[in-house]
């Protein structure tokens, strides 16, 4: 579904490239291919070998960066991020890549993620003397580098590694060298290619495809790469490592055109809609999906029930970010805005509307009576995923309970609140079997813990009591 609309986001995408002499455009076309997994601010550090410079502000890549200001970021290797803030406050001193400046060097970090144990943290190194100049949870892998007392930049990472706890994806760059590090449980997804010579990171292959990399592997879960000019190094960092990639990479965060873990994005959304057919056997007209994250699960469940797949819903692309919105009843339009219904399509049909998941719920009710206001005789949701249940302290925005609404509402509950002839939610097997590793156990290597509540890390207290897998 929208992003803008539903709740539902991701806190950002990173890219890294070492040894390139346009080093700051490619990462700029890197940026703009994960543009969907942040939107509120955006930054590219360089380093030309002797000294880190950068730039970054708030919005979009193409509202933040210019030709002139590309071509001033001169240098052969660069990190670049882009950010929806969900652990700490929007505002320009939170926008990375963070640049931090010292007498023995300079440091720049890129993040994708959430540390669960961030707050204990943030008061032990308080506590030590150390000022934070920002709210996220990023700046504490500086200050654990910068006080770890070992000489090399690849110690002080892996003993500040040891230290956090969550969700991770780092680039971290230094003048002459870049340190790539996934936590041990591999919660986001970090992929490694290589532009002629080159060696390139991302959060999504996507990115890849855009600037005409090859894809040579996903980064493993505990892994620290290391990469200078002198090549690439890997070494692993923690033994205990445990694959649980988020499923909703596959169910909504990620690009389709994306593969990860050899898993195109694409057709794992079809499988969740060809397993959502199966289990929601519905007697309709038209299948159509929220754009546009569900029109492939759509697709999928069109072939499997042999419904035919229309276009009932459509997304306006030429709608920027609204900043000023005088009233609830403009707020309320947005999604007008935003998404059209197509009365020729849906007018006196039975509507199977597919979406990717339900999180408030206050959408789903928006674009059920949209349809209905088209013509559609009945609407039927079907969700590619199963109920939202639990917080996610991983990086993406549901941290509370009380912002879900399936959190204490039944299926049948949430049906007459979003006003759908009837409502069926993919079962948990259902997703697994679609989206899992075979032989990676009861979870096939991917995070459920915000469908069961089975968190595959310690919660810390100030996060929420939760089980840990």
């Known amino acids: 579904m929208l ?3 539903k709740g539902l986001n991701e806190e950002c995408g990173v890219f890294g490239i070492w040894g390139h002499e346009n080093a700051a455009q490619i990462t700029y076309y890197g940026l703009q291919s994960l543009q969907h997994r942040g939107q509120e601010g955006t930054g590219i550090v360089v380093t030309d070998g002797k000294k880190l410079k950068a730039a970054k502000g708030e919005g979009l890549v193409t509202e933040v960066f210019n030709k002139k200001m590309v071509e001033e970021l001169t240098g052969t290797s660069a990190i670049g991020h882009v950010r929806y803030s969900t652990a700490g406050e929007s505002g320009f001193e939170n926008v990375q890549p963070l640049l931090f400046h010292s007498q023995t060097g300079s440091l720049a970090l890129a993040h994708n993620g959430n540390l669960v144990n961030a707050t204990a943290l943030k008061h032990q190194l308080e506590g030590q003397g150390s000022i934070f100049q920002t709210s996220s949870d990023t700046e504490i892998l500086a200050h654990l580098i910068r006080r770890s007392g070992y000489s090399t930049l690849k110690d002080q990472a892996k003993n500040a590694l040891s230290m956090i706890k969550g969700a991770y994806a780092y680039l971290i760059m230094t003048e002459t060298e870049m340190l790539v590090a996934l936590d041990p449980n591999g919660l986001r997804p970090l992929s490694l290619g290589k532009l002629g010579s080159s060696y390139v990171v991302a959060s999504e292959t996507c990115a890849f495809d855009i600037i005409g990399a090859e894809f040579v592997r996903d980064v493993l879960p505990g892994e620290l790469l290391i990469i200078n000019d002198e090549g690439i190094r890997s070494e692993i960092v923690s033994i205990n490592s445990n ?3 988020c499923a909703m990479e596959y169910v909504y965060f990620s690009r389709p055109d994306s593969d990860i873990q050899g898993i195109n994005v694409h057709t794992a959304r079809k499988k969740l ?10 007697e309709a007209d ?26 009932g819903l459509i997304k306006n692309r030429y709608v920027g970010r609204t900043f000023i919105q005088p009233s609830q009843s403009l707020r309320e339009q947005g999604v007008k805005m935003k998404l059209s219904a197509v009365r020729g399509v849906v007018e006196g049909k039975r509507v199977i509307m597919v979406d990717d998941s339900i999180v408030r719920g206050t959408t789903s009710l928006r674009i059920v009576r949209m349809l209905k206001d088209a013509g559609a005789s009945e609407v039927h949701v079907v969700i590619s995923s199963p109920p939202i249940k639990n917080p996610c302290f991983y990086g993406i925005d ?3 309970r009380e912002e879900l609404i399936a959190s204490d509402k039944s299926v049948e509950d949430i049906r007459e609140i979003i006003g759908a002839d009837s409502l069926t939610f993919l079962s948990v097997d259902g997703m697994l079997n679609s989206i899992g590793v075979q032989g990676e156990g009861e979870t096939q290597g991917r995070c459920v813990a915000c469908f069961t509540g089975k968190y595959p890390t310690e919660i810390y207290p100030e996060k929420e009591n939760a089980t840990a897998e």
Do not use: C, R, W
């Open 398 to 400: 549901t941290s509370s």
């Open 243 to 245: 694959m649980t990639l």
């Open 273 to 282: 809609g060809k397993q959502l057919a199966i289990e929601a056997p519905i």
């Open 3 to 5: 992003a803008e609309l």
């Open 286 to 311: 038209v299948v159509t999906g929220v754009p546009d994250s569900s029109i492939s699960a759509a697709i999928g469940f069109a072939e499997e029930s042999g419904i035919p797949y229309e276009m």
